[in-house]
């Protein structure tokens, strides 16, 4: 990183309240988060806030433990809107429904039909309200936030981008939530960040260096997660996320259980593999589950599924909590 690039990022962290890497590789591009106005449509709010004094979070009610859902919506596969609504539908009837939704694979037309489901415009807030971020790329990833979990207040932190180096353009959604634990005076950041590693065994392979940036993205905020598609092609992917000092959820909640999110279709030239995954640091991983995508009408195992991924859903708290 450059000096010029280090002062910019020093300059951003200060400006936004937020604690960021100086290491080379984790340059930021803010970006505000969007609330859906019947009049004006999706529109953009809390870019201003002052995170260096946060008021208490989600009105005060109780943040410490929240759920999240990892889903590669699979962004080339045909009848995108009707993929969407059935996913849609799937995770609005979850119990616990998620606070935080990360998808990956999303399409110029699959991120059309999720801001305009009526559904979404009601109960989440979202990281896009067009596809600027995605530039020239087929697909990107997007973020999620419960309104009935996240208010207006500093339970939400600022959100932005951090451009990996990649083979195909790829980058980290990163954004930072506040939490109230019992035993604290005052909430505790927690920082999310939303990936989709680059994919195929092409070599020289990206992935150890995405997944170092990612870690010291985590590291510097304290505590945090990791979710996404990590593409795991190559031997060495195995093990990316301990390594670089990240716990593995799935690993540490269900040892020898194998986790498979690709391929279980029989459909893929490629064996059955977890290419999904979790990695958390500081927090604490209560429960983790796989969902596995149906046929479009529900009817026959001859149609399209949802998409060619299971999602992952996992609850988190604090350690102390």
Known sequence: MDIFTRAQTSFL????????????????????????DPVQRWIATRSDIDLNTPADPAGGADTSRLVLLTWNIDGTSPQIEKRVT??????????????????QEVSKPALQQILKDERVRELWLSSEC??????????????????????????????????FPSHFARDALCCDI?????????????????VHLDSLPIRPSHRPKQVSIVASLLRVAGQGLVAGDF??????????????GLM?????????EPGLTWGLDGKQPFLPNR??????????????????????????????????????????GLVDE
Do not use: Y
């Open 178 to 194: 506040f939490v109230a634990p019992s035993k604290e005076p005052s909430p505790t950041r927690l920082r999310l960040v939303n």
């Open 275 to 316: 290419l999904d995954k979790i990695g958390i640091l500081g927090l604490r991983p209560h429960d983790i589950k796989t969902i596995e995508p149906k046929p479009i009408s529900g009817s026959s195992d001859d149609e399209p599924l949802w998409t060619d991924h299971h999602a992952l859903v996992c609850s988190f």
């Open 86 to 103: 059935e996913i849609i539908t799937c995770i609005i009837g979850l119990d616990p429904r998620p606070d935080i939704i990360f998808l």
């Open 248 to 256: 593995d959820a799935w690993t540490a909640l269900r040892p020898g």
């Open 130 to 163: 067009d596809d600027t971020s995605w530039g020239i790329q087929l697909f990107a990833v997007m973020t999620l936030l419960s309104k009935a979990r996240f208010t207006t207040n500093a339970a939400i932190g600022p959100i932005w981008r951090v451009k």
């Open 231 to 244: 593409n795991p092609v190559l031997d060495e992917d195995n093990s990316l996320l301990e390594k670089n």
């Open 13 to 36: 962290s200060w400006k936004h309240g937020t604690p960021l890497p100086s290491g080379a590789g984790a340059s930021p591009k803010f970006q505000s988060w969007h609330t859906f």
